[in-house]
C-alpha cells in the first residue's frame, strides 16, 4: 500500500511492501518533488506514486509546476 497525504506545508506517505521493503513513514510535510524523490529512493515505482498522489489529490500535478 501506499498512502498519500496532503499536509500543511506539502504532502505525507506511508508506504508498506510489497512497494517498499519495510513498511516507511514519510516523517514531516514534504513538497511534492521532495516526496517523490523520497518514495523513488525506497524503491516505489514512479506509476506506484502517481497513482498514490492522484487518490489523495487529483490536481496534484499542479504541485509541480514552479
Known amino acids: 500500500m501506499i498512502l498519500i497525504a496532503k ?3 506539502g504532502y505525507t506517505a506511508h508506504a508498506t511492501p510489497p512497494h517498499v521493503a519495510e513498511e516507511w513513514l514519510s516523517g514531516p510535510a514534504l513538497t511534492a518533488k521532495d516526496l ?3 518514495l523513488l529512493a525506497q524503491g516505489v515505482h514512479q506509476t506506484d506514486i502517481g497513482d498514490a498522489f492522484y ?10 509546476k514552479p
Open 55 to 64: 487518490e489523495a489529490e487529483p490536481n496534484w500535478l499542479k504541485a509541480l
Open 7 to 9: 499536509a500543511d506545508g
Open 36 to 38: 517523490i524523490a523520497a
